[in-house]
């Protein structure tokens, strides 16, 4: 894992997009088009602000797939992922190649989750664009995270830490009003992009950046297999990166 302390968060999105610019430019470049996974919440905005004005990237030969979204949660719901995208992403790219929603309110919840696997099975991820959460949590992986499911998308149970995380951030009024489950990419997914982009910025997760990057590899702290990953790019600032033990940083 390469590991870029930064001094601000602003830096740190700049830099991260553009790691990811240049790893999509050279993918349309060497296969005429190019898929990438975007997160979100609150990790994430200073990257997209970046990355929707990299330059020479032909944004219609690009397909986007998300990481999650929340079982039951309508798109037009402040805290839908698929809303955050559209806004802070879709909305400000020229002619966006496809962007493949995840449909939470979906009714018949198993055959979205097929419809979704199938979909990305015919993609080659070039980079994925992620976060770690407060629990060491990666998508909605929430510890202990299922390492071997192979499915690319499956349906999680949200854990408290994860759900007051949400809260603290201003997405929801109440706990109460947090989801409790989420359709996620899994952990087997996540690992088969070629590239890993991660943006962690602030002091709340320094103990979660720790255990990811000093850590054992385990379920309990679902980003350490972040580890095994042969090209992943973590961006922290300063206070993410409190605990990290001198060597690193």
Known sequence: MDIHIEPDKRTLGARAAA?????????????????IILATGASQFEMLDALVIEKGI???????????????LPPTHGASFRRYLKERFIARVPALGDFVAIAGDAADLEAEVSRLNTLIARHRIAVCFAGIGENCHLAFNDPPADFDAEA?????????????????????PTLEAVPDRAISMSIHQILKSERIILCVPDARKAVAVRDAVEGE???????????????????????????LSRRIG
Do not use: M
């Open 19 to 35: 790691e990811g610019g240049e790893a999509i430019r050279k993918a349309i470049a060497q296969n005429g088009a190019c898929t």
């Open 58 to 72: 032909d944004w219609s030969k690009v397909t986007v797939f998300h990481l999650d979204e929340y079982v039951g």
């Open 152 to 172: 690319p998308y499956i349906v999680v149970t949200l854990d408290e830490a994860c759900r007051r995380q949400q809260l603290g951030e201003g997405w929801f």
């Open 217 to 243: 590899v385990s379920p309990g702290h679902p980003a350490s297999v972040l580890q095994r990953h042969s090209c992943c790019s973590l961006y922290i600032d300063r206070p993410a990166a409190a605990l």
